[in-house]
């Protein structure tokens, strides 16, 4: 089997087009997996949506800036560790069509799939309790990952293959018969870059290939620079490497 895994397009259309396009022209790639977070950050909050929603293969979870989203739009505890953040999801929120909010509801956190006798978990991140609503801060803390740190996150599951996202940069760690990948960041690096992954697998044997598909970032930034969005500024600073 082969499918691709994306993940934190974070209001990027012009990177998810350019990786889609890409992704198409291999008619052996049967799934795409995208991990959450399609929202917040960038301003093509709609656009970035409707692309996932009209492609057939892509299969979804929601992200802890899609929930945050959604609190705020059904009046419900926000988490605090994101109080930094809560103007810019209010903005977000005031930006999505009344569809494409229904669809961001419908997600599921998990995805578990099974082959053969090997699990495949894709999340987000690992879950400090699945069920819990965002505002109950779900998530685990964030850690650096790496074969002491990685097990021990993801310790729940029986999973041989783990593809999750959330922390921006790539990982990708096989320890104990357990193979962990996080493509990185899609919308948010600071070059026009997108990174995905594509996974191979035969029997529990999981191959990854690492992409970074350049792109061209100029419907991007315009859209970005055009936008009233809140710390738009700091933003472009901490997750653009400042382009403008």
Known sequence: MKFAVITDIHGNAAALKAVF???????????IYCLGDLVGIGAETN???????RHDKVR???GNHDENVLALLHDERYPDSYLHAKAHHEWVADQLTPENRVFLERLPRTILKTVETQQILF?????????AMIGEE????????????????????SATLICFGHHHPRQFVQVKGTTYVNPGALGCQPEAVAPFA???G???????????LPYD???????????DMPAKELLRKLFLGGRS
């Open 123 to 131: 999340t987000h991140y690992a879950y400090r309790d699945v069920r």
């Open 202 to 212: 035969e029997s529990g044997k999981w191959g990854v290939a690492f992409i970074d």
């Open 138 to 157: 779900p998530l685990r803390p964030t850690v650096d990952g790496n074969k002491e740190t990685l097990p021990q996150l993801f310790a729940d599951t």
């Open 21 to 31: 396009d890409t992704i198409d022209q291999n008619p052996e790639i049967e799934t």
């Open 198 to 200: 594509i996974v191979t």
């Open 60 to 62: 979804t979870i929601s």
């Open 47 to 53: 656009e970035v949506i409707e692309l996932i929603r």
């Open 217 to 227: 970032d100029a419907a991007y930034l315009e859209a970005f620079n055009a936008s």
